[in-house]
């Protein structure tokens, strides 16, 4: 499996930005992690294979949407309301047989993306 995450950039506090994961494969439950510099990396949010379930952490709920379009294989993450505390480095992980309860670790997934840089300035 491949998995190609895009679309971070620089953008001021209150910001949107959108990311996008393209998977090289269908079905897989889809999760967003970050890691800022010198800390642990932590997890975003997730989606199930077709949509109907998803998690956030605590930190990005209500201002993180993410979604998917299954005809295009690729998740997206919407951010809004962006803050300085959310600059880092957003990978993208797959995996199958996952329910979104249990796809909060990065323990818990085996197929990596790249990573992209959000900054976000204040």
């Known amino acids: 499996v491949q998995l190609q995450a895009s679309g971070g950039g620089w953008v001021q506090a209150g910001g949107s930005l959108k990311l996008s994961c393209a998977a090289s494969?269908?079905?897989?439950?889809i999760g967003w992690f970050r890691q800022a510099p010198g800390k642990d990396r932590e997890f975003v949010a997730n989606?199930?294979?077709?949509?109907?379930?998803?998690r956030y952490g605590d930190s990005v709920k209500g201002r993180f949407t993410i979604s998917r379009n299954n005809a295009e294989n690729t998740v997206y993450l919407q951010m809004n309301s962006l803050k300085p505390e959310d600059t880092a480095v957003y990978y993208c992980a797959g995996r199958r047989g996952l329910i979104v309860s249990q796809a909060t670790t990065e323990s818990m997934f085996n197929q990596w993306g790249q990573g992209t840089l959000v900054t976000v300035s204040s």
């Open positions: 989606i199930n294979y077709s949509g109907s379930a998803t």
């Open positions: 494969e269908r079905n897989l439950l």
